[in-house]
């Protein structure tokens, strides 16, 4: 049977409509796909499914294995010389240089405690290398990574959420910032910060609403909103 796009795939399955042989084509694999040659399988259960250019195996799990280039939310847990080691929820911890910061030199050292929240992008991620993260794009510039205000809240979801929550056609977050103002980070590895820039009840209401829309139908995202903000106004 020919798989394609939103078929279901089991581990085995080979996805006959991605051509890795079409150098015309830029094709990325992410994760639940592994090549073989010119050839493409699936290594776990769950729904194929395409954004852009990129090809992975939708499905419920917790557990994350590092893609690079993918951006990820950790926690500092050690400082060992130049290198942070940073807890980004897989099977082992992640390093982050020093010299991974924007302006970072010998001299100009990054203020990075051990506790720190960072947001960061996978530059190694292969099964037999450690992770490896920095905090700058091919540009050596920042922009929205680094260290995170510890104001903030951070929690963790699935990984089908994160990637529901990323969709461009969801529109919780759109939703929600229309009644209050927050700043969020969402990691591919199911981790997100966010710190509403109202009050930390609204920063607990908008990570309950972003819970809640797991199992959420679209139609009724709108009334969770509405909920949310009758339940803030009513406690205020």
């Known amino acids: ?15 006959k409509c991605i051509e890795l042989a079409d150098k015309k084509q830029k094709i990325i694999l992410g994760p639940g796909l592994r090549p ?19 090809y992975y195996v939708d499905s419920y799990q917790k557990r994350y294995v590092p893609s690079q280039g ?15 080691k940073v807890d980004i929820g897989a099977s082992e911890a992640a390093s982050l240089s020093y010299l991974g910061f924007e302006g970072a030199s010998k001299r100009n050292r990054p203020d990075v405690q ?8 996978l530059i190694v991620a292969s099964k037999n290398m450690e992770p490896e993260l920095v905090c700058v794009d ?44 927050y700043e969020l980070a969402v990691g591919m590895n199911g981790k997100i910060w966010i710190k509403s820039k109202n009050s930390v009840e609204d920063t607990i209401a908008i990570a309950n609403a972003i819970l809640a829309a797991e199992y959420t139908p679209p139609e009724q995202l709108e009334p969770l909103r509405n909920t949310i903000i009758k339940s803030l106004v009513q406690t205020k």
């Open 70 to 84: 993918e951006n990820v939310v950790g926690v500092v847990t050690q400082k060992a010389g130049d290198i942070f």
């Open 138 to 181: 091919s540009f050596g510039k920042k922009g929205k990574l680094g260290v995170l205000s510890a104001n903030g809240m951070l929690f963790s979801c699935s990984l089908s959420l994160v990637r529901k929550l990323l969709r461009p056609d969801f529109p919780l977050l759109h939703l929600l910032s229309e009644e209050l103002k």
């Open 114 to 121: 051990v506790g720190d929240i960072v947001y960061a992008k």
């Open 36 to 54: 073989d040659g010119e050839k493409v399988y699936a290594c776990k259960a769950g729904i194929l499914k395409k954004r852009i250019s990129i």
């Open 1 to 15: 049977m020919e798989i394609s796009v939103e078929d279901v795939v089991m581990p085995g399955d080979r996805i």
